[in-house]
DNA sequence: CATAGCTATGACATCGGTGTCATGACATCG
DNA sequence: CGATGTCATGACACCGATGTCATAGCTATG
């Protein structure tokens, strides 16, 4: 690979004023550069950005550990990549930044985040972002404080600036929609209870529910979602809740689950039942991961999780801090998404007087 | 950060005893030794890649192009992320060697190439390898010649070393799958015929017929997909293919699908014709996208797209022209991947004579 | 006991850029 | 016409690691 030095040689000047040519730095007389440019064609000279990095101790170099790309061999069977979305509006965001992405992956084991934040130190980066494949709660080894840290989709005890998903807002918005549509008996089949979104979710629920004036039921919400990667298990458990909330004296109208793929089973299990959708039952899932809500038929109601915009969030948050032009924030940025309508959601009659009150309460 | 000066000064050494000390290189007496790890564990030292790389002119680094993460808008939409298992194998394969993985998107837009090949140059990467986002035929700008590259999920025509899948023995395997379990009518309803891998998949179920005595009756293959992600059109071809094939005087016991995705699609139209899977019709698909095929219900059978074998077999092939112990191979490696069965393939009953005479010409 | 050979260590140069400072050639101005 | 300023350019050092070579202090060998 050429250096400077061969194209100093070649255009018959010294290698600063090639450093001049190329970063447009200082007067070069106008044939002096036209010779320089002409050498650095001729070569295919490329400068190092390892050179540069030494010189200014800058690399241009943020890190990324996610375990969205190779999964545990146990997730990878059954689920999707919604996460993977966080990474792609990672990408974006930097992108326009001119920094360089080094993307690690911890295969699964957590256990090797220590050996990846030292390959990244190695490397000079300038900043961390930690993606988890789900809202939750986290504690990561420190890094050298030069090494800025943003997490993503997580948040830890110490204060670490952190991006979320506001759980609490898209249930909301999602039950308040499916009231909008008419529906007032909404049974909610959630995650496992120790996921952390399912208690802001499910304090969602009940405040819809509340500000438009429908009493809460608990029969009608059910952690349907083991939290063992048991596919067999999974199963069972959802079609036991849909059995059981479908038995009730008041059936519900419609069903929310807990995630996508809850409602994509839901889609077999319901037909196999003889129960057609939307006509005899609605159906809403969380996540909108497009991949289900847009190949299933009929097409799926889901609230966005707002993955690309929070890895936006935290790729800007963490450039922010770099340039020292942002402080790091008190407490978790909170980032909701739109519901995404599909066609498993039925408009119901309602009367007008009704309606109209619920337009005024949801102002 | 602290350097190997810093080392040296605090624990009284030069630096290149420090030097020998982290790479246990040379003889270096015991105390010496101890007094060093101290004052690197003191300092937080690590030292730093660009000064060695600097030295060494070796980066240690892998680049890798790919749209598997950040798509363009239109297919994010509807798409599943298969490809991305490539990434996750390349990951994988890497991560034993030592080397670095630079991950570049092309955000969709295959112009950007050059520019990403350009920040790897600066990064004086040792190999790029580059995934396209399904089997086809790409064509690269060119790269200095002291970078590798390998194509992985596509090929070129100036012979650049490439992995694909095998298309045809996948679609050949299936068929022969079905062929086993009974099946004599077996229609197919295969990609766009723009596709590299229709062609391919399209003799091997031709073939897979003939070598058991089964006649190739034109009427049950049908292209069935756009190559528009427009997902109204979509639903409506796949709509009336499967119309036209099951209003046949002689309708097929089994549908192929060109990816598990229509197959998808496929569940709800049938269901809404009032076919009950796999009693009334059996079904398969292509990819082995598992999230599709383990959550849909039931089952679904399905010829595995052999991603992170791709992903393997291309770092591996990378990793030795690197080393210079692999050359070149002449032609593209064509990798195989398994038949994964699902519930939606009915065993069909077929006189004993009949299965033993395939069970012979299937050896 | 002299010398070759080994052990443990350090001085120095080098990798490819770039910041600092110096310098020669002109142009401008009083 | 000499002093001053500007323009264009180059010499040199430095960033952090490591390969090469040198060397001081030992030990084994004839």
Known sequence: MATI????????????????????????????????????AEL??????AARAMRSNKSG????????????????????????FIVQGIQKAMEASGKTLLIADTGGQTDRVPQLIRTFEEHRVEGIIYVADHHRKVSLPPVSKSTKLVLANCYDD???????????RGQFDLVTSLIAKGHRRISYLSLSVHREATKHRSQGYR???????????????????????????????????????????????????????MAMRAYGILRSRGISLPDDLSVAGYDNHKLI??????TLTSAELPYAAIGIRATDLLLGMINGTTDAPAAPIQVSGPIAPGKSVKELPTPITKLSSIRRTTK
Chains 1, 2 share one sequence.
Do not use: H, M
Not at 158 to 168: E, L, Q, R, S
Not at 293 to 298: M, V
């Open 61 to 84: 170099l943020v890190g990324l550990i996610t375990g969205a790309i190779s999964l545990s061999p146990s997730r990878a069977d059954v689920s999707g990549l919604p996460d993977l």
């Open 44 to 49: 295919g000279y490329v400068p190092s950005t």
């Open 293 to 298: 809500t847009q190949t299933l038929y009929p």
């Open 5 to 40: 030095y061969d194209v100093a040689r070649v255009s018959g000047v010294s290698p600063k004023t090639v450093s001049r040519v190329i970063n447009r730095d200082g007067a070069v007389k106008k044939s002096t550069k036209e010779a320089v440019e002409k050498a650095i």
């Open 207 to 261: 405040d819809a529910l509340d500000r438009a004036g429908v009493a809460f039921d608990p029969t009608l919400l059910i952690p349907a979602d083991v939290d063992a990667s048991d596919s067999e298990a999974e199963v069972q458990l959802l079609w036991d809740a849909i059995d059981r909330v479908l038995s009730l004296p008041e059936p519900p109208s419609v069903i929310c689950f807990g995630n996508d793929r």
């Open 158 to 168: 110490v204060g670490t600036p952190a991006v979320i998903p506001n759980d609490y």
